[in-house]
């Protein structure tokens, strides 16, 4: 089956990264694959899902009972999990990837650091977009926090989600305009590629400032939307 889901993926490789990734990384397992298409769920309970049709979507959305967070890689497969699950978050996403052969050049007058667990306070109060203490000890267990450090000052930090995607990028505000989002997403894309991983990310589509960093770095972005979609 991992053979008939990787072919199927492959068909369009960016858009469907975080799925390839999902498998080859071992977060994701297969629930069902043919050559119209893929459903995967991670131990999380994170589901991805990719079909060629709408029958399709349909066939492998019947085999999920509740959902919390899924993937979506085509806009019909939203309708069906809006109209079958009642989730209505949806986040409309540029699917991004790293696909040089080389790491990008590190900024050396930045010092980057694994985060540890006397972190886990301020990461949660200054990042804003998850406001889950024990999601934020997760990754920082997982060692998938890094900071950026003047002396003993973090002044910003980014990592990877649960679901391989890299994110959680901020800067204080009293350090912004200072290059330090480009350093750190520079760094992270240099660990995960030392670690044998291809680097992704998903960039919520009106986020400008957020798809600039992303092109001026030299991610691929996929020509279609995907969807994030969260029960509330």
Do not use: W
């Amino acid at each position: 089956m991992r053979e008939i889901a990787t072919e199927y993926l492959m068909k369009n490789r960016i858009l469907h990264m975080d799925m390839l990734e999902g498998l080859r990384r071992g977060i994701d397992s297969i629930v069902d694959a043919s050559a119209e298409g893929v459903l995967l769920c991670s131990a999380h309970g994170v589901y991805r899902i990719s079909a060629a049709s709408e029958k399709e979507s349909a066939r492998l959305l019947e085999q999920v009972q509740d959902i919390e967070r899924i993937a979506v890689h085509q806009r019909f497969s939203v309708k069906q999990v809006q109209e079958k699950f009642g989730i209505q978050d949806i986040n409309p996403c540029a699917q991004a990837a790293y696909l040089e052969k080389t790491p990008p050049k590190l900024d050396e007058n930045i010092t980057i650091r694994i985060l540890d667990e006397q972190y886990i306070k301020f990461v949660h109060e200054n990042y804003h977009s998850v406001d889950n203490y024990d999601y934020i000890a997760q990754l920082i267990a997982a060692q998938d926090l890094i900071g950026a450090f003047d002396d003993e000052i973090i002044m910003g930090f980014i990592g990877r989600h649960d679901d391989g995607s890299m994110g959680l990028l901020e800067i204080l505000p009293q350090f912004r305009r200072r290059g330090l989002g480009n350093a750190l997403e520079k760094a992270e894309i240099a660990r995960e590629m030392a670690q044998g991983d291809i680097p992704f990310c998903q960039v919520i589509a009106d986020n400008e400032a957020s798809l600039r960093l992303q092109q001026k770095l030299g991610m691929t972005f996929a020509n279609e939307t995907m969807y994030l979609m969260f029960a509330e």
